[in-house]
């Protein structure tokens, strides 16, 4: 871990948490595996207090543990999560298409039509994170135009959770699936169709299921 050099103390809290979270989202830190602060405040060349305070927001988001003499436990995402997580999301994420819809132009759209296309190629090309990056930002068309940005960092949040789970455990099959329900959340916007729009993410593209076929089994802690 390279030493982190900020030294403005907000910005250190986040860098600090920015780096820790890519460090679970990438799989570098290991889900059940346990942080020792102190050998983290040597390596990344920081004091405890802005670590602390990074390690409670990422406790906050469900990302990590904090248990006391012990250490910070990296969360294990367990299959209830994944019930909760999913309907969560689109849950809010429903929320904010039926409040924004007047305001996903034309344009948003063919921005979301592009962005769908590009996780097709992705999985023809083999590329499984830039898939998953570009379906946050499939997603982040219709996010942005909220005004509610204690909604949507809460929804961003949520997803961190998912990410690196998503990472390793998607067949090819589920990707693909996702990219068609897309192209029909995207035909009821065009439709003008505000309320189909909005509950076709709440009960069909995030009603998580759990087929062996789309999901790798062994990644799930039941």
Not at 40 to 54: G, K, Y
Not at 154 to 176: C, E, I, N, P
Request: a positive charge; glycine letters at 4%; charged letters at 25%.
């Amino acid at each position: 871990m390279p030493p982190i050099a900020t030294q403005n103390s907000w910005s250190l809290r986040k860098e600090i948490f920015t780096y820790l979270s890519n460090q679970i989202e990438c799989g570098a830190l290991t889900p059940g595996s346990l942080i020792n602060v102190r050998k983290l405040t040597e390596e990344l060349n920081v004091s405890r207090t802005p670590l602390r305070e990074a390690l409670a927001q990422l406790e906050i988001q469900g990302l990590v543990s904090i248990l006391p003499q012990r250490g910070v436990r990296i969360n294990v995402l367990t299959y209830e999560d994944l019930l909760n997580l999913f309907e969560i999301i689109g849950t809010l994420e429903s929320q904010v298409v039926f409040t924004v819809f007047d305001q996903i132009t034309d344009k948003k759209i063919d921005q979301m039509k592009r962005f769908n296309r590009a996780m097709e190629q992705a999985i023809d090309k083999g590329k499984n994170r830039n898939f998953h990056e570009t379906n946050i930002r499939f997603h982040k068309v219709f996010l942005d135009l909220s005004g509610n940005h204690e909604l949507t960092n809460y929804v961003s949040g949520l997803k961190l959770r998912l990410f690196g789970f998503a990472l390793k455990s998607y067949r090819d099959r589920f990707k693909r699936a996702i990219i068609a329900e897309h192209d029909v959340f995207i035909a009821l916007l065009k439709e003008g169709d505000r309320k189909s729009a909005a509950d076709y993410l709440k009960d069909v593209h995030w009603k998580f299921n759990y087929p062996d076929n789309f999901i790798r089994p062994d990644t799930v802690n039941k």
